[in-house]
């Protein structure tokens, strides 16, 4: 089993940037997959970034360019995700993700809001 916390959203304005930090509680450098999904009001939830154990990145169309996802194996277990340029249609929350031999992982979310 791996617990995932997340943190860092907040309330920014458009154009603006926030760096989201996902800590893991034992180490992820075997979990293959690990990634970023959003859910706005009404929507479902959507795959927004990933990132497997050797670093290959995957991304949204719609956040390309302007989202970073990144991980630290070790000693930190901590997956990231910078997002810059950020759009009033980025709100949502920010739930981070670990695909664990096959068993999913979810964290609480974090409450991203960007004003317009």
């Known amino acids: 089993q791996v617990q995932l916390v997340e943190s860092g959203g907040g309330l920014v304005q458009a154009g603006g940037s926030l760096r989201l930090s996902c800590a893991a509680s034992?180490?992820?450098?075997?979990?293959?997959?690990m990634g970023w999904y959003r859910q706005a009001p009404g929507k479902q939830r959507e795959r927004v970034a990933t990132?497997?154990?050797?670093?290959?990145?995957?991304y949204t169309d719609s956040v390309k360019g302007r989202f970073t996802i990144s991980r630290d194996n070790a000693p930190k277990n901590m997956v990231y995700l910078q997002m810059n340029s950020l759009k009033p249609e980025d709100t949502a929350v920010y739930y981070c993700?670990?695909?664990?031999?096959?068993?999913?992982?979810w964290g609480q979310g974090t409450q991203v809001t960007v004003s317009s």
């Open positions: 034992r180490s992820i450098f075997s979990i293959n997959a």
């Open positions: 993700h670990a695909d664990a031999a096959g068993t999913d992982y």
């Open positions: 990132i497997t154990r050797g670093g290959t990145t995957g």
